[in-house]
């Protein structure tokens, strides 16, 4: 069994995620599968290693010994495949497909210079919708895709990433909190049909009983850098309610803490996403892309 890591690695994923399901979604592998690398693993040690309970999965005495011995195998192993990066030292450029507030906002300068230490190779990223980064992944036109939209399609793995939040915001002092009534009394620039904000939003919208058409829409841009900047030159004028739209938390947070831009957040709701890391089934045991993920999950950037 220790020449076959895979059947560990799915032990510890099963632990760390306290669920089968969950590390079936993170392994890129179905749940019969799991339970088979599971039950393999205890077959060869003729013992349970894992008790699946109502709120999750916990460790038998055996499990908790096998865990300190896989945790140890997993360190070596991490260990040797940086050495090897180092011996192979590919002359290669690790390509990254963003979506717009990623690409545009959380992963510029420091973050994508630190990818680029941790495999000792040139970093490019490409921005665009989540759904082209999705099939540019497919594709190989790209090695990973960090992504604000759940495009889920069955070749691709997807790891949770970070949380995002959606926010009403202005250059001009909004109150906190909005009331759904509110909102009609503002004028609004909008994201493009096409974008997983402008879908997000809609559907509180509905919720909340705002319709979109009583908006007064002043016009729609196709990504989250041109709205931002259409709010921040947006005219302030004493006759006129303020210009607002809404844009990720993370993208406008160093305006708001100058004074630049103000957010609100609609009152009882928070708009909330899940930002995916996501790369091919077929290379989930590549080194460069177990490296660059190993550090988006641990930094966050």
């Given at each position: ?193 096409a974008s997983h904000t402008r879908r997000m ?39 006129e309610p303020p210009v607002v739209s809404f ?44 490296n660059v993920v190993g550090y988006l999950q641990?930094?966050?950037?």
């Amino acid at each position: 069994m220790l020449k076959d890591f895979a059947k560990l690695e799915t032990f510890l994923t099963v632990i760390r995620e306290h669920s089968f399901s969950k590390a079936s979604a993170k392994l890129g592998i179905s749940q019969p599968a799991v339970t088979q690398q599971i039950k393999f693993i205890e077959k060869y040690l003729d013992c349970k290693v894992i008790e699946r309970k109502k709120n999750g999965v916990i460790l038998t005495k055996e499990g908790e010994d096998l865990y300190r011995i896989a945790l140890r195998l997993e360190k070596c192993i991490n260990n040797a495949e940086r050495d090897l990066i180092k011996i192979i030292n590919k002359e290669i450029t690790f390509r990254i497909g963003a979506s717009f507030t990623i690409g545009n906002f959380i992963i510029p300068g420091k973050c994508l210079n630190n990818i680029k230490q941790v495999i000792h190779n040139d970093v490019q990223i490409k921005v665009e919708l989540s759904e082209q980064v999705i099939d540019d992944i497919i594709n190989k036109q790209i090695d990973l895709g960090l992504i604000e939209s759940p495009v889920f399609k069955e070749d691709v793995i997807y790891r949770e990433w970070l949380e995002d939040e959606l926010v009403v915001f202005s250059n001009q002092p909004l109150p906190k909190t909005l009331k759904p009534d509110d909102l009609n009394n503002y004028r609004w620039i909008c994201r493009d049909e096409a974008s997983h904000t402008r879908r997000m939003v809609k559907e509180v919208f509905e919720e909340i009983g705002v319709e979109c058409k009583n908006l007064d829409v002043l016009y729609e841009v196709d990504s989250s850098a041109t709205l931002k900047a259409a709010i921040l030159k947006a005219e302030k004028n004493e006759n006129e309610p303020p210009v607002v739209s809404f844009i990720s938390h993370v993208a406008i947070a160093d305006e708001v803490e100058s004074g630049q831009l103000y957010e609100a957040r609609i009152r009882g709701y928070r708009i909330k996403r899940k930002l995916y890391i996501a790369y091919s089934k077929e290379r989930k045991h590549d080194a460069f892309i177990e490296n660059v993920v190993g550090y988006l999950q641990q930094h966050k950037c």
